[in-house]
């Protein structure tokens, strides 16, 4: 809303009402045109605002045994990811993809994502893949147990007792 008047006595009302500018007559062509610019910048700067910014649920890896095709991998579909030096090994539910990328990089990535935990040095894991907790060893659902390290474990510890459904009597 802008306020063309040729009386000042009108500015508090303008400034009342949120009025996104005032034009006091006379005014020149300049100043309408610095106005107008001010309501696009500012219809698109709520435009940009409105919409929320989309997570992308896939992602896409050059594959070592195929390239140089580019592969899909689903989010929901990682199980973990192994570092194989400068490769990591992607395991999904259907498939096991080496890239070259380091546990960092896609670690960096997978932050994003509330689901990954990182258990060792060499491994992110995706919680709801894990079948069974043993003291310190998981079992994924695809079978790999591994070690949670030592750097991780008060971590991992706090993720299990979230989600640990204790009873009133203990075993």
């Known amino acids: 809303m802008v306020f063309t008047t040729a009386h000042t006595k009108y500015a508090y009302d303008a400034f009342k009402a949120d009025a996104d500018d005032y034009l006091l007559k006379p005014y020149s062509l300049g100043q309408f045109l610095i106005c107008i610019n001010k309501l696009f910048q500012k219809q698109e700067l709520q435009k940009t605002e409105e919409k929320p910014k989309e997570k992308a649920d896939f992602f896409f890896v050059k ?9 899909k991998i689903s989010y929901s579909d990682i199980l973990m990811v192994e570092s194989k030096r400068n490769y990591i090994l992607i395991y999904t539910k259907n498939k096991q993809v080496l890239t070259y990328m380091s546990l960092t990089e896609i670690s960096s990535i997978l932050q994003e994502h509330s689901d990954f935990i990182q258990l060792q040095r060499g491994f992110i894991i995706k919680k709801d893949a894990i079948e069974s907790v043993d003291g310190h060893s998981v079992k994924m659902v695809n079978g790999i147990e591994l070690i949670v390290g030592e750097h991780y474990r008060k971590e991992f510890a706090t993720f299990i007792a979230d989600k640990w459904l204790r009873t009133g009597k203990t075993n």
Do not use: A, I
């Open 63 to 71: 594959s070592r045994e195929e390239s140089p095709k580019l592969v």
